[in-house]
């Protein structure tokens, strides 16, 4: 496979960078700020910057990681049925707050509907057991460990 860039040449000349490129996210470098480089250690995949809906410059290999995130439980309140699953009363599921599930724990704090499982769940619905760190207590909560 030929690469148009060597990697000499992606770590010097290279930006940072992350965007969604037709539908997919990535993260990359630009280069010449005219193409971003997504490089993967075997396959390059080269594409023009114009390309992008939401381009980002910045250091991506600092950003903060799932483990250092919020973590939540819910615990369902009665039997509801969803278009991609059911959930039966007292099943948990647990999550990363982060973007949608952000979203979704405010609407649940504030008594709104949001969504889950491809369809729309009430906030009655369910119960927050637990909101904190990744931890034990987390894995507890979740009911991953006994």
Not at 122 to 127: E, G, K
């Amino acid at each position: 496979m030929q690469t148009k860039y060597s990697v000499a040449d992606i770590e010097a000349n290279g930006v940072q960078a992350s965007g969604t490129f037709h539908g997919t996210h990535r993260k990359g470098w630009l280069m010449n700020m005219d193409e971003f480089v997504d490089y993967a250690g075997y396959a390059q995949l080269v594409i023009p910057v114009t390309e992008a809906t939401d381009l980002i410059i910045g250091d991506w290999s600092a950003q903060t990681t799932e483990a250092k995130r919020l973590h939540a439980v819910l615990e369902f309140q009665r039997d509801v049925q969803f278009p991609r699953f059911s959930m039966k009363k007292g099943e948990k599921w647990g999550f990363v707050v982060y973007k949608k599930w952000h979203d979704a724990l405010k609407a649940i704090e504030a008594g709104e509907r949001f969504a889950f499982a491809g369809g729309q769940c009430l906030a009655q619905d369910v119960a927050i057991v637990y909101i904190g760190p990744g931890n034990i207590e987390y894995s507890r909560a979740a009911g991953y460990i006994k």
